[in-house]
């Protein structure tokens, strides 16, 4: 990473915004991954609750009336109802009395051994009677064979859906019509306790629960929170022929998630369905955190630009500046340390000032010294001229003075005048002269 910012040709301020953006982009992108993982671990725990809770109902509702099918099966042996089926004629009224009290007792038995028995009626086709649990001995209930055929052809439970009822139905000798069977034990299911049992998986606003006879699919049971809904605007979504799945749905305006699970043994499916703000509120908790985590890393790359700027960038141009002023030639220039907050460019500036400083000392030193070195070679020559030229002009004197022209005269009078300049230029060093 340093290489590759190295070989950028930017400035040192937007190669530490450009290091800085490099280490806090992972973070970022953790942050979002987190998000969508915990967004994704959300759902499926949900789904795997929603749907956990109506399968162990359904189980548990597969095995209560597993149990009450035994019962029924065991009541077609009873003693009592034998006798009444087949002995009726020949009994007394103390003796058809006395059994038809026991079977009762029996059947009441069968009722209160749980609480979705609404009542328990023994069919007796062969004396037209019915005795049941809870209206004790009435004629026959003629109706009895339209339930016995609508059972006839059922696997499972055989749970049959008569005129809005809901029954269980056994008969001895097995016959699909009932016509020629000598009883018929059946058993009524008791709906309000269904529909109890969906009011426990309510516990959200505007949620629901269905629980469907898959026989002709006819709601049996239905429970809501809110505004009721029809099972198959729900259904319509779903592929049921899995044992159980999700899905989001649209249901009369508003969006919902639903779960299904399905009973081969039952001919039953129970549906779940939940809003689905309130499925996905700690997914959208996620994405409002991550929002924050993205402002927040965002208004701190605002600060830290900011501060960089202030503390590190200005400080720097400003040196730069200066020292393009100083390449100019203008010694005169200096920094106040004042304008910096960093102790390290309050150093800097003033070593800067001390170089200045230095600097022009130097330079004056130097300049003085070569003034002083010129000005001695400037007497030396003046020195070694003097005498010299005096020598040869008295020479030159006296050679052309034996002619007696002019020339010697302007001769003399040039010596005249350069006399003066020496005897000025040696009283700079020597004011005694």
């Known amino acids: 990473m340093h290489s590759l910012v190295h070989k950028l040709n930017i400035s040192l301020f937007k190669k530490i915004i450009t290091i800085f953006l490099i280490v806090i982009a992972p973070i970022l992108i953790l942050g979002i991954y987190i998000r969508n993982w915990g967004a994704n671990t959300v759902r499926e725990e949900l789904s795997k609750s929603s749907t956990a809770q109506i399968e162990f109902y359904v189980s548990q509702l597969e095995k209560e009336i597993e149990r009450l099918k035994i019962l029924q099966y065991t009541c077609l042996n009873d003693e009592h109802l034998n006798r009444l089926a087949v002995q009726y004629s020949i009994m007394s009224d103390y003796e058809i009395v006395s059994n ?27 004396i037209n009677k019915t005795i049941s649990s809870s209206r004790g001995v009435d004629d026959l209930d003629e109706r009895a064979y339209e339930r016995t055929k609508a059972a006839a052809g059922l696997t499972g439970a055989q749970i049959v859906r008569y005129e809005d009822d809901l029954y269980l139905t056994t008969v001895y000798p097995s016959d699909k019509t009932g016509r020629i069977s000598n009883y018929v034990i059946e058993i009524e299911l008791n709906q309000d306790v269904f529909k109890e049992d969906l009011d426990q998986f309510n516990i959200y606003p505007n949620s629901g629960s ?25 259904l319509g979504d779903f592929n049921v022929v899995d044992k159980s799945g999700n899905n989001l749905s649209n249901i009369e305006g508003y969006r919902c998630y639903s779960v299904y699970t399905k009973s081969k043994y039952l001919n039953m499916l129970l549906l779940r369905y939940l809003p689905e703000n309130l499925v996905f509120t700690p997914m959208k908790n996620f994405t409002n955190w991550i929002w924050i985590f993205i402002m927040v890393s965002i208004t701190v790359i605002i600060i ?27 010694l005169q220039i200096s920094l106040d340390t004042n304008d910096v907050g960093s102790k390290e460019f309050a150093y800097l500036y003033t070593r800067f000032n001390k170089m200045v400083d230095s600097l022009n000392m130097l330079i004056d030193q130097a300049y003085k010294q070569k003034i002083l070195t010129q000005r001695a070679e400037l007497k030396q020559l003046q020195a070694q001229i003097k005498p010299h030229f005096l020598y040869n002009s008295f020479f030159y004197y006296q050679y052309d003075g034996s002619d007696g022209g002019r020339k010697p005269v302007r001769v003399y009078q040039s010596s005249g005048g350069i006399l003066p300049l020496s005897y000025q230029e040696r009283s700079r060093y020597n004011p005694s002269l």
Not at 106 to 117: A, F, G, K, Q
Not at 213 to 230: C, F, H
Not at 306 to 319: H, R, W
């Open 210 to 234: 269905f629980l469907i006879d898959l026989t002709n699919s006819n709601e049996i049971a239905m429970a809501s929170t809110g505004k009721p809904v029809q099972s198959h605007a729900i």
């Open 100 to 126: 038809m009290r026991q079977l009762q007792a029996r059947l009441i038995t069968i009722e209160y051994s749980s609480s979705y028995v609404k009542n328990v009626s023994a069919h007796i086709f062969s």
């Open 304 to 330: 830290f630009t900011l501060s960089m700027n202030s503390f590190i960038n200005k400080p720097i141009k400003k040196l730069v500046e200066v020292f393009r002023q100083v390449e100019k030639g203008n």
